[in-house]
């Protein structure tokens, strides 16, 4: 019945949740070294997700194009927070 109304809530509560633990997590380890194990992280269930889907590490619908445009993206990304976090 409020179906939209308990996942925004929900949602909401998981944001609170997730920022608190990379507030606490920050003051411990630091913004670049967590964000570099989060990237990480995230690449390696990415490759796992992308090997239950397809049964390949890499995408098939990925072009050349794609690929270079992602990794720039990730350079950049990497590189901005370096420079910000020092």
């Given at each position: 019945m409020y179906v939209g109304e308990f996942s925004a809530l929900l949602a909401s509560i998981i944001?609170?949740?997730?920022a608190t633990f990379f507030a606490i997590a920050v003051k411990d380890i630091g913004h670049y070294k967590l964000n570099f194990i989060r990237l990480n992280l995230a690449f390696l269930l990415i490759?796992?997700?992308e090997i239950f889907a397809n049964g390949t590490i890499?995408?098939?619908s990925a072009t050349t194009k794609n690929?270079?445009?992602l990794s720039i993206s990730g350079?950049?990304?990497l590189s901005i927070v370096r420079y910000l976090c020092h």
């Open positions: 944001w609170a949740i997730g490759l796992i997700t890499f995408p098939h690929i270079i445009w350079v950049l990304g």
